[in-house]
């Protein structure tokens, strides 16, 4: 039985919903799915992806009861395939919004922090409960949350293992947009139809050339962000946009 719903609407719009009760745990059933993601989102027509949950909780990270069972090795290669399973999906190259539906703990976070945006209802706890149970971060958390809200806070969240409510994580730089439940999906379709508003090429080249910038020096950042402008001199949606805008209408983008 899948651990994961997936749907993709007219508009591109491609859902992913953790679905393993009671707590949406990362089994290695569950990371399976999740690994095969970046593989199927190559169908041109995704424009983005939502990542969310069935049930109560977004995801409460690790299976603990199915980690009992490993032996320290099976420990160390598990933990290396999630982390390499989320850099799959920091990879996707549309854009990627965590919809946290719920409580959004230890690796459940590291897969949120993996998505390019995230939004929280205000329902939901979230944080890096790792030390707390004799670990640490082991799938992107001391990289990327340093990375998005600076290594103090970063240090703060991970040091004390503590569960933030969705003021304090929006507060601190953690998530993009605070909601009500019920309004939640209405905020996603919002976010979707205001990036999706844009240049399908131009967008992932944009989001490549952040990705891959971070890590360089200015200079080689730039020259980063040149070649991946570069890459969409000569596309038909370039010219369009030029058309659209001397016709004064709206563009109409064929992502070519």
Not at 18 to 26: E, F, K, Q, S, T
Not at 36 to 49: A, G, N, T, W, Y
Not at 109 to 129: H, P, Q, T, V, Y
Not at 149 to 156: D, Q, T, W
């Amino acid at each position: 039985m899948s651990m994961i719903k997936s749907k993709l609407d007219q508009r591109g719009l491609l859902t992913i919903s953790l679905d393993n009760p009671p707590v949406n745990a990362l089994s290695h059933a569950l990371v399976d799915e999740l690994n095969k993601l970046s593989d199927d989102i190559q169908d041109e027509k995704v424009r983005m992806v939502v990542i969310t949950a069935v049930g109560e909780n977004f995801c409460a990270g690790a299976d603990l009861k199915e980690r009992e069972k490993m032996d320290e090795q099976e420990v160390e290669t598990f933990v290396e395939y999630l982390s390499d399973t989320f850099q799959r999906i920091a990879e996707i190259r549309v854009p990627t919004l965590a919809a946290i539906n719920g409580n959004c703990l230890g690796g459940g976070m590291e897969l949120a922090l993996a998505c390019d945006l995230r939004i929280i209802a205000e329902n939901s706890f979230i944080g890096m409960k790792e030390t707390s149970v004799g670990v640490m971060p082991g799938a992107g958390g001391t990289v990327r949350l340093p990375r998005l809200i600076g290594e103090s806070k970063a240090k703060r969240w991970i040091f004390t293992a503590q569960s933030f409510t969705p003021e304090e994580a929006l507060a601190d730089g953690v998530v993009d947009w605070l909601v009500e439940i019920d309004e939640l999906e209405d905020v996603v379709q919002e976010i979707f139809g205001q990036i999706t508003a844009n240049a399908p090429l131009a967008i992932y080249a944009a989001k490549k050339s952040i990705n891959e910038g971070l890590d360089q020096s200015v200079k080689l950042a730039l020259k980063v962000e040149q070649k991946a402008y570069k890459s969409i001199i000569d596309s038909e949606d370039r010219r369009e946009a030029l058309k659209a805008f001397s016709e004064k209408r709206r563009p109409k983008w064929k992502g070519k």
